[in-house]
């Protein structure tokens, strides 16, 4: 059974960095993709980052040159290292997976059946 695990959320400062982990057993790390999403009360949970095990990323516009998402494949463990926070980067931020390699898998809403392991979430505000 895929468990993900995430951590390292909490509360920043404008411009404050943070950097979320995620936690993953049960399965073969890099046959699949992973990935970040976020979700504020009331919205949709939109995709922030993915990366697959070529490290094709991708990244959502508004978080570009800020976040970076990596992956350690030895410890089955995803980052998602956030720099320069804004307000409107305060969200719940859940990781998930796809049995599959590529990161699209892990990043197009079309493929959302696909993504069915996530963990609990972590949350992340930024005040300014």
């Known amino acids: 059974q895929v468990q993900l695990v995430e951590s390292g959320g909490g509360s920043v400062q404008v411009g404050g960095s943070l950097t979320l982990s995620c936690a993953a057993s049960g399965y073969s790390g890099s046959t699949y993709c992973m990935g970040w999403f976020r979700q504020t009360p009331g919205k949709t949970r939109d995709a922030v980052a993915s990366i697959d095990r070529d490290n094709v990323t991708f990244y959502l516009d508004s978080v570009r040159g800020r976040f970076t998402i990596s992956k350690d494949d030895a410890k089955n463990t995803l980052y998602l290292h956030m720099s320069g926070l804004k307000p409107e980067d305060t969200a719940m931020y859940y990781c998930?997976?796809?049995?599959?390699?590529?990161?699209?898998?892990?990043?197009?809403?079309?493929?959302?059946?696909?993504?069915?392991?996530w963990g609990q979430g972590t949350q992340v505000t930024v005040s300014s």
């Open positions: 998930t997976t796809a049995p599959y390699e590529w990161a699209g898998y892990c990043w197009y809403r079309e493929y959302d059946k696909y993504r069915d392991h």
